[in-house]
Each structure stands twice: as structure tokens, then as C-alpha cells.
């Protein structure tokens, strides 16, 4: 490499971010083509940068691998940005790098050296450019063939395709195996969910094909470098109104349900039940929705269509649960906040152990004739006398009720309902034997 061009990169190097800076500004502002593109300046700056850097190392000689080149034309892909932008980025880059070059040489006399220094920056602009567009053009093959599969999953999920057979090829799902519909929503958990823990399978014995749980953005073909085997589990996912819907094929439903245990971890996840026609495919998703939705607000977890009924009643119906929630506890909406969720906290420790003050009160830290004094209480207010079951029902389908979906501050709450016993000179019997 020539002394002139040398000299004159390590100067540049010295000037990485100004001119790094000034290229992205060139590519994001002064330049009509770009100024209607998607991408922000928080990732083209930090491509620009690594690509400056890139062609700066090649024009001294050294060793480039071209990464910032080839993630420049993925992350371009992606963006959907137009491949004739893509190519004048490069060749703003390029400008710049050079005027900047020929200022710091422009006391340089030998032309023939000057013409090499130019040639030399150009040919290292076109080894990065040439490099982005192919890589851009990959990409885009690829992500539109996964848009393509994408949409067909979208398609089998509403009930919008009606080739399953071809759908199924396509997607590269298994026949005759187990299918699963489940639904992940966005949002921040607050506290373990008890709903459901999927238990973990043991590992394969020797001599058996490990169980593959085939996933990633969005759907695919199934993984080629898979191990042959027995059928093994496999899941295609998209994003559909922010949520995120996964179906699962799998030997067994419980390894169709194993293979959810992961989303479930740190999310808000319904699970429909196990199907085996592709058909089936629509209501099973109802199911994984109704199932998220029985899970009480604030809780994570894997929540199975049919392990809790009474809560994917209450789930399906979010407005006549709210007005039982209402009516039933009207009693209690005058009470202070911290009082009514000890009260609601005493009657379901006391459902949760099956109408045994003793035990109800060891969970809750507190003296049993205290339960019984807060059970009174809430007969006192509600009118239900749990030691009723008919009563006894209503208290527990409310409490879910309002854990499932909270009544919103300053709601107008409707009239109660009849009281299922006189709140007049009641005597409040023991309702535990125990």
C-alpha cells in the first residue's frame, strides 16, 4: 500500500467519530432520499460508525471481516429500506471519506499517488457495499419467505386458510401428533403465578432421540440439522395484535405443554386444549385466550383451558363478572382498601383450605377465632353467611371475580343483589370443624 494513503487513514483515524458523525447526518437530514425512511438514528449511527471504522482498516492493509457491511444489509432488509438507498449510503460514505482524505493531502504534488489513494478508497467502498446489497438481498429473500409462512400461520390460526393439508406442509408441522394453541400477552408480572408449574420432563435415556423444541422470531422450516429421531416437538410463532400465539405440535400433550413451560416463566400465558385436526385450530385459540384471561391480574404463569372452569366462566364474560363482583361485595365498597383486601384475603385462605379456620389462620399468621371474626364480618356486610352454600357460592365466585378483573376506581356499581340470608339478629355459626 502506498505511504500517501497510509498516512492519510491514520489521520482519519483520528477523526473516526467526526466523520462517522458527519455521515449519518448526511444519510439521516441533508439528504431528501432518506429523510422518509423507517430507520432511526439510534441504529443507523452505530452501523455507520462500524463501517467507517471497517473501510479506515482496509485502506491501511488490514485484516476486515466485513461484519458491519453484512449487518447493514440484514438490519437494511428487515427495515424494508430500498436497496438503490441502501447502495447511496455507501456512496455518500465514500464521498465523505475521500474529500476528507484529499483536504489532508492537498499539499501532495505526486498525482499518480493521488489517484491511487483515490482508487483505493472507492474499491474498499465498493468490497463493503458489494457485500450489504448481497446480504440485504439474502435477507430479504429469507424474511420473505418467513412473512409468507407468517401469514399462513395467521391464516390457520383465524380460520382463514382452508388447505390445512397444504398449510401443514408448508409450515413444516408433523402429522398425527398432538396440537396446542397458546397465547403469551406483554406486560410486566408482578408476582409467581400458582395456576400451573408444568413439571419437567426427565432427560432422554440413553439410545433416545432428545425431545427438539424448534423455535424463534416468527416461523420457519424445521431445523435441517436436526438428529433424526421419533417425532419430536415443534413450535411456529407470530405476533398478532401484541400478543404473541404459538402452536405446538408434540408427541403428547403433556410434551406439547412442557415445551410452553418456558414462555410461561416470565409471562402471562393460555394454553388451549390438546387437538389433532389443524381445523380445530381457531377454537382451540378462543380456548388459549379465555385461559389467559383466567389468570388473576398481576400473576405469571401457564394457565390450561379446563384446569379452573369457575374462572374461565367468569373469564369469558368480563362484564356480567364485574357486576357479580359488584353486587355480591357491594357491602364492602365503603371500607377502607387496606380493611377490604384483609377481608378478601381471610375468605379466600378460607376457601383455599377447604372451610378449616385452623388452617386458614396458620396461613394467614393469625389466630383462628380471628378468622371467624372477619367470616362474621363479612357475612355482616355482604349478607352471605359462608356456613350457607348457596351463599358460600357467591362469595367465591365474586372474590375471583375481582381478582380475575378488579373493579375500576369510581365505577358506578349496580344494585345488590338479594341478600341469601337476614343481615337482622343473625347468629354467625362456626364455620369450621376444625
Known amino acids: 500500500m502506498s505511504d500517501i494513503v497510509a498516512t492519510g487513514r491514520h489521520d482519519l483515524r483520528d477523526a473516526l467519530d467526526l466523520l462517522s458523525e458527519q455521515i449519518a447526518d448526511g444519510i439521516l437530514h441533508a439528504e431528501p432520499v432518506y429523510r422518509e425512511t423507517r430507520l432511526p438514528a439510534a441504529v443507523v449511527q452505530p452501523l455507520v460508525r462500524a463501517n467507517v471504522a471497517e473501510i479506515l482498516a482496509a485502506l491501511a492493509g488490514e485484516t476486515s471481516s466485513l461484519a458491519p457491511a453484512r449487518e447493514t444489509g440484514r438490519v437494511t432488509a428487515a427495515e424494508g429500506l430500498p436497496l438503490d438507498l441502501l447502495q447511496h449510503a455507501y456512496r455518500l460514505a465514500g464521498l465523505r471519506i475521500w474529500e476528507e482524505l484529499a483536504r489532508r493531502l492537498r499539499n501532495q504534488t505526486d498525482t499518480t499517488a493521488l489517484l491511487r489513494a483515490s482508487s483505493r478508497v472507492w474499491s474498499a467502498i465498493d468490497r463493503s457495499s458489494n457485500v450489504a446489497v448481497r446480504t440485504h438481498l439474502e435477507a430479504a429473500a429469507g424474511l420473505g419467505e418467513n412473512m409468507a409462512r407468517t401469514e399462513l400461520l395467521r391464516g390457520v390460526l383465524t380460520g382463514a386458510v382452508h388447505d390445512l393439508e397444504t398449510a401443514r406442509r408448508a409450515l413444516g408441522l408433523p402429522a398425527d401428533v398432538m396440537l396446542v394453541v397458546a397465547i403469551t400477552v406483554p406486560g410486566t408480572p408482578l408476582i409467581p403465578s400458582p395456576i400451573l408449574t408444568a413439571i419437567p420432563r426427565p432427560a432422554p435415556t440413553q439410545g433416545t432421540a432428545p425431545v427438539r423444541r424448534d423455535g424463534g422470531a416468527g416461523v420457519g422450516p424445521p431445523d435441517a440439522d436436526a438428529a433424526p429421531g421419533p417425532v419430536q416437538v415443534t413450535t411456529r410463532w407470530l405476533t398478532h395484535n401484541g400478543d404473541r400465539l404459538t402452536l405446538v405440535t408434540a408427541p403428547t400433550s403433556e410434551d406439547a405443554h412442557d415445551a410452553l413451560a418456558d414462555l410461561a416463566t416470565h409471562a402471562r400465558t393460555g394454553a388451549s386444549r390438546p387437538f389433532t385436526n389443524l381445523a380445530d385450530a381457531p ?152
Do not use: M
Not at 388473576?296 to 379452573?308: C, E, K, Q, T
Not at 363482583?325 to 378478601?344: M, Q, Y
Open 283 to 434: 377454537a382451540a385459540l378462543a380456548q388459549a385466550r379465555t385461559a389467559v384471561r383466567s389468570l388473576p391480574l398481576g400473576r405469571v404463569g401457564l394457565s390450561r383451558y379446563g384446569d379452573h372452569p369457575l374462572d374461565a366462566l367468569l373469564a369469558a364474560d368480563d362484564e356480567r363478572a364485574a357486576e357479580l363482583a359488584t353486587a355480591v361485595l357491594s357491602g364492602l365498597k365503603d371500607r377502607d382498601p387496606r380493611d377490604e383486601e384483609l377481608l378478601l384475603g381471610t375468605l379466600e385462605a378460607w376457601f383455599e383450605h377447604g372451610g378449616s379456620g385452623t388452617r386458614a389462620a396458620a396461613a394467614l399468621h393469625c389466630h383462628r377465632n380471628t378468622v371467624l371474626n372477619r367470616l362474621a364480618r363479612v357475612a355482616d356486610l355482604t349478607g352471605r353467611d359462608i356456613t350457607d352454600p348457596r351463599a358460600a357460592a357467591e362469595l367465591y365466585a365474586a372474590v375471583r371475580a375481582r381478582r380475575l378483573r378488579p373493579a375500576p376506581v369510581g365505577a358506578v356499581r349496580p344494585t345488590a343483589l338479594p341478600a341469601a340470608h337476614p343481615t337482622t339478629n343473625q347468629t354467625h355459626r362456626d364455620p369450621s370443624p376444625g
